[in-house]
């Protein structure tokens, strides 16, 4: 299935949403150029991600006829991989006799971290005073950037956009699509992606796969407040081939370790179709549990970096190939099953709990031996309600035991419990 932000990019500059000073100045800046009059040898695009930075110099590449030469940063990140890369491309014709000119885009320069990169930032600054072709730079945050990188640069800002240009491209796509969309519903997704133009593209192909958007189906975006975070580092994990950029995806996410490997654990099989692929993630993610299990178990929190590790670096560089396709990523099947069966959970421990009063024993020694116990102890009706009546349960705790016959033994429970205080009161009196 083909993603929706690729199929709905726009091809022309003034088909771009927002941002139009920086839009007009990134024309202007790369004709600049072209006459040798520009100023600066690079282009710093920053701002945060789905605010048109990359749509922008593609929509301009194609209205100039240019040919674009796009690589990821973070992805070849030393400087032996950016000089063969990006500084081969700097000095190099193209080959389509066709093409006027060429831009180099680089993306996610600001996750390349210098000294740690083997001189990554450096290649890059060299090649920016040698280049021949016009290079466009993208930053979500220019200020991880040396001073020194960016005095190279000339830096345009682009801005989130605002709720109504989104909700405007939402319009849109779902007429084209031919979705039946409630506009409440697509205010909604809008105000949800919080600026975000690309999420809220994703967002509305996932919730317009049965060709209809009502009120209810947006309102389980609220309900992923909180799990926004965590679509986003699936993606990242998923998609990026750079163990770096894998392990920075769950620098910020708000979530405990286990939660994140189930997500990862359920997601798999949707995002890698190779087996040999699907098989190591899992062999990471299998290794990763392990050593939750020991961090539980002994308190060894040392080994939460191994864990970490193996849940994003090892997952990440499982796959032998890039995965392009919009996967639809589902909350995981175990959560949906304890939400199913938290009533029962919860009155298995109630019952535990009476049993463990009376018997004298853990909670945990009661549900684990006594209650089979018990229930093969209330085949017979008249010992199941003499058993209800010493441990004084109630009929929705009966039905844990017999959902068929509760009412009848809590009945007759009820008598014998009756029958026993009068009992005692009748020897209080005698003594």
């Known amino acids: 299935m083909r993603l929706w932000v690729e199929k709905y990019r726009p091809q022309r500059l003034d088909q771009i949403a927002g941002n139009a000073t920086s839009v007009k100045r990134l024309q202007a800046w790369v004709e600049e150029f072209r006459r040798g009059e520009a100023e600066k040898k690079a282009l710093l695009l920053h ?61 996610e320069v600001d996750g390349i971290h210098g000294r740690s990169d083997f001189g990554g930032l450096a290649a890059i600054k060299n090649i920016i005073r040698k280049t021949r072709e016009p290079i466009v730079l993208l930053a979500n945050d ?46 909604t997704i809008a105000t949800n992606a919080n600026g975000d133009l690309r999420a809220a593209i994703n967002d509305l192909q996932s919730l317009g796969q049965g060709g209809r958007i009502g009120v209810e189906d947006s ?33 910020d996410l708000d979530e405990d370790p286990e939660t994140i490997l189930h997500w990862l654990a359920e997601n798999l099989p949707r995002e890698y179709e190779d087996p040999s692929d699907l098989a190591r993630g899992f062999d990471s993610l299998s290794r990763a549990d392990l050593f ?10 040392r080994l939460l970096g191994y864990a970490s590790d193996l849940m994003t670096c090892g997952v990440s560089l499982s796959k032998r190939r890039r995965y392009h396709r919009f996967t639809r990523y589902q909350y995981p099947a175990f959560f949906a099953m ?62 844990l035991f017999d959902p068929d016959r509760a009412k009848e ?21 005698l003594f």
Request: proline fraction near 3%; include cysteine.
């Open 47 to 107: 701002g945060p991600p789905g605010s048109g930075k990359t749509s922008a110099a593609y929509a301009l590449a194609r209205e100039l006829g240019y040919d674009i030469v796009e690589t990821n940063a973070s992805d070849i990140r030393t400087k032996t991989n950016i000089e063969r890369v990006v500084g081969t491309a700097s000095k190099m014709g193209g080959l389509d006799p066709g093409q006027k000119g060429r831009i180099l885009l680089v993306d």
């Open 142 to 187: 220019p200020w991880a950037l040396p001073a020194d990188f960016r005095g190279l640069c000339e830096a345009l800002q682009f801005k989130r956009l605002d709720r109504r240009l989104v909700l405007r491209v939402l319009k849109e796509i779902s007429a084209k699509e031919g979705i039946a969309a409630d506009e409440k519903a697509l205010a």
């Open 219 to 251: 309102a389980s975006l609220f309900m992923r407040d909180s799990e926004e975070g965590i679509f986003k580092v699936l993606s990242r994990i998923f998609k990026t081939e750079s163990c770096a950029r894998a392990r920075e995806a769950v620098y």
């Open 292 to 301: 939750l299990g020991r961090i539980k178990k002994r308190q060894s929190w």
């Open 338 to 399: 304890l939400a199913r069966t938290r009533a029962k959970r919860d009155l298995t421990a109630a019952v535990s709990a009476k049993i463990s009063r009376r018997c004298h024993v853990s909670t945990k020694v009661a549900a684990q031996e006594f209650i089979p116990l018990v229930r093969a102890l209330f085949r017979d009706p008249v010992r199941a309600a003499r058993l209800s009546s010493y441990f004084g349960f109630e009929q929705r705790e009966i039905e």
């Open 409 to 429: 033994i809590y009945g007759e429970a009820q008598k014998i419990t009756a029958e026993r205080i009068t009992t005692r009161g009748v020897q209080t009196a």
